[in-house]
């Protein structure tokens, strides 16, 4: 098996177990994302202070702390879930800022949060058929629809498997493939992933992130990774950005990161 950093350095690697390469391709819907000085919270608390991060086109930015760093509150303020309280989230250049979660899902930004929210009274298909409900209505053709389907199907092979059965039934690797699949199918241009391999079998997170991988080289879909396996978040980035406490305390190329000792030991644990 090949482990996600080999993956992030060979174009057209084949699949993993599960998750097959989609058809997309790199290209101009590729979308920046940039946030400036944002400050959000919760109450009194402030989670954010003052926050600046970049994620260019097409790339996968690994948002790396430990517990109460303020990452999930991040991408919860990017996709409209928490409003900030000032500072900027633009899409390429656009503000965006203080958006609802449904505006941010019309501009094709899809949030994956932690806990992999399927539903389980429903099919799987049914799962997956939730994805569109962003869709612009012109586009809700039963051929879009089918053709969307078969995508995440060739993408995700397990679940075409499973397509029938109730998504309680899933293992928690095909649940997370579930999840991730259900927002690909709104068809964003920007991912947020919210601590994926979280809970997962060592041989299942080596999948899930390797398709994080191939979504960001094949798909052209920018990404931004919330971890806490750092090392392994790492590996298959562009960029890294560290949190501490609500505030960024370092921000780089993901390779600089990873070889700071110093940063490591301090904010990473490894």
């Known amino acids: 098996m090949t482990s996600p950093a080999e993956a992030h350095g060979a174009d057209g690697a084949d699949g993993a177990d599960g998750a097959q390469p989609g058809p997309g391709t790199k290209g101009p819907d590729a979308a920046s994302l940039a946030v400036e000085d944002l400050v959000a919270g919760y109450g009194e608390v402030r989670a954010l202070d003052s926050v600046t991060i970049t994620a260019s086109p097409a790339s996968i930015t690994a948002v790396l702390g430990a517990n109460g760093a303020g990452k999930t509150t991040l991408l919860r303020a990017i996709s409209g879930m928490v409003r900030p309280r000032s500072g900027r989230v633009l899409l390429d250049g656009a503000d965006r800022t203080g958006r609802s979660p449904e505006d941010m899902a019309r501009a094709r930004v899809a949030h994956v949060p932690e806990g992999q929210g399927v ?21 809700k053709r039963r051929a879009d629809r089918s053709a969307a389907l078969a995508e995440a199907y060739e993408r995700f092979g397990v679940l075409a498997d499973r397509r029938r059965k109730l998504a309680g039934t899933l293992s928690g690797g095909e649940r997370q493939m579930l999840v991730i699949a259900r927002a690909l199918v709104a068809r964003p241009r920007v991912l947020l992933l919210d601590e994926p391999s979280l809970g997962l079998a060592p041989r299942i997170m080596t999948q899930v992130l390797d398709m994080v991988v191939r979504l960001s080289q094949e798909s052209g879909i920018t990404v931004v990774l919330v971890e806490q396996n750092a090392r392994a978040a790492l590996a298959i980035a562009d960029r890294g950005v560290v949190l501490n406490l609500g505030r960024v305390v370092a921000a780089a190329d993901a390779k600089d990161l990873a070889a700071d000792v110093a940063l490591r030991h301090h904010y990473l644990g490894f």
């Open 119 to 139: 539903i389980p009274e429903l099919t799987v298909e049914e799962n997956l058929r939730l994805g569109m409900m962003s869709w612009p209505g012109i586009v």
